[in-house]
């Protein structure tokens, strides 16, 4: 009885996973200073302005 008890209380959560460009992105957006920000496509030329 307890389990049918928490199969119907529980709440099924949808889990958002961010992708290596979101935190990417994310990185950029709260290091810049600039009102425009540009992030480069090219990994490596990433990391260094990063």
């Given at each position: ?25 994310a ?24």
């Amino acid at each position: 009885m307890i389990r049918k008890l928490d199969r119907e209380l529980t709440i099924p959560v949808d889990k958002c996973r961010p992708t290596l460009a979101t935190l990417i992105a994310a990185l950029f957006y709260d290091l810049s200073t600039d009102k425009e920000i540009k992030i480069p496509s090219i990994g490596e030329k990433r990391e260094r302005e990063l």
